[in-house]
């Protein structure tokens, strides 16, 4: 009798152990998968994410006070985990009218279901509208220090992004008359809000909301105003982890 409690026993522990290690397992996996989730990228592991985004400007910034203009952008964003837990990111996002080009590095660090990773980008993004008689094109550079919380849940993880805009230089032409010059001015900052699961087998989807507070909106810019105010520009995103 002893050694059937005893076989019991130990099939009862190697069973636990057996169901925490694949509790574990799929933890570790549900954070690896993740693209906002600031985990502790494995070295070389790659992860990239096809995402839309629409953001609605507010109505003072546009000619007609009465209409909404939204401002579809799809995004391709990429990094790769390299040595000591740093991790080097790439993005273009673009409308066809506008585009941006980001490249920046974080560091990141990961305890149990806590994560968090520092990091900085620097972007330039163009725009270009010629219609009829009329032609307008933008150029600038971006720069975004940036801060990333995250805590990864059974079958989720939630990721919290804060970042500051820094316009380093602007440049409007009209008709190629230069008729706009701005360097070195705070844009704005934004909060970001990322949530990510598995949607079927590997791939995983993030819904985001962003929440930008800017006094230039670079995706706005055919709606460019010269002003002090920092608006308030909400951003819904959706993405697909491939």
């Not at 099939?11 to 502790?40: E, R, V, Y």
Request: charged share 15%; with cysteine; aromatic share 18%.
């Amino acid at each position: 009798m002893k050694i059937i409690s005893l076989n019991k026993s130990i099939t009862f522990i190697l069973f636990q152990l057996l169901f925490l290690i694949n509790t574990f397992a799929q933890q570790n996996k549900l954070d690896l998968n993740c693209f906002h989730f600031p985990s502790g990228n494995e070295k070389w592991q790659f992860k990239n994410i096809l995402s839309l985004s629409l953001s609605q400007l507010p109505e003072d910034i546009i000619e007609e006070v009465n209409s909404l203009i939204y401002s579809p952008l799809i995004s391709y964003d990429a990094k790769i985990g390299i040595p000591y837990n740093f991790s080097i990111n790439g993005s273009i996002t673009t409308n066809f009218i506008t585009n941006h080009f980001s490249f920046g590095v974080n560091w990141n660090y990961q305890k149990n279901r806590f994560a968090i990773s520092p990091g900085y980008n620097i972007a330039f993004w163009f725009g270009i509208l010629e219609d009829f008689d009329f032609s307008s094109r933008n150029v600038g550079w971006l720069h975004y220090p940036n801060l990333t919380l995250g805590y990864a849940f059974e079958k989720a993880t939630v990721s919290l992004r804060s970042e500051i805009i820094l316009n380093t230089f602007y440049t409007q032409f009209v008709d190629n008359i230069e008729v706009t010059t701005e360097r070195n001015t705070i844009s704005g900052y934004s909060l970001a809000l990322y949530v990510e699961q598995p949607l079927w087998k590997n791939h995983f989807m993030s819904i985001g909301f962003k929440a930008n507070f800017s006094r230039f909106y670079y995706s706005a810019w055919l709606a460019y105003t010269n002003s002090v105010q920092f608006r308030f520009i909400p951003e819904v995103q959706i993405g697909l982890i491939l």
